[in-house]
């Protein structure tokens, strides 16, 4: 079982700028592609970014493009979100979540995903 923690939330004005990490205890991190979710209030989760076991590939959801940036340091067993010019509609409990992967593989969509932290707020006031 993998388990994983978010942290870095919290309450921020529109323009700011914010990096949550996710700590996982996986003893074989590097073996897990990674990817980053979000739920704001009413809404669906939806896909934000990922990126592969290596690092090499990441992906992002057009309304992250540009803005966010997710990086990982193997060695300490964390992935990163890097969120630039936070918007109030980026408003949402972010989750990070893991799959374990023998390839260069990225997920997109939340059923590729198997272990899922308990999330983070992150609230952008206009």
């Known amino acids: 079982q993998v388990q994983l923690v978010e942290l870095g939330g919290g309450l921020v004005q529109a323009g700011s700028s914010l990096r949550l990490s996710c700590a996982s205890s996986a003893r074989t991190f590097s073996s897990y592609a990674m990817g980053w979710f979000r739920q704001g209030p009413g809404k669906e989760r939806e896909f934000v970014g990922a990126i592969s076991r290596s690092g090499g590939i990441t992906v992002y959801a057009d309304s992250a493009k540009g803005r966010f940036t997710i990086s990982r340091d193997n060695a300490r067993n964390t992935v990163f979100l890097q969120m630039y010019s936070l918007k109030p509609e980026d408003t949402a409990v972010y989750y990070c979540?893991?799959?374990?992967?023998?390839?260069?593989?990225?997920?997109?969509?939340?059923?590729?995903?198997?272990?899922w932290g308990p999330g983070t707020q992150v609230t952008v006031s206009s």
């Open positions: 979540a893991a799959t374990l992967t023998g390839s260069d593989y990225v997920p997109r969509r939340y059923d590729e995903l198997d272990y």
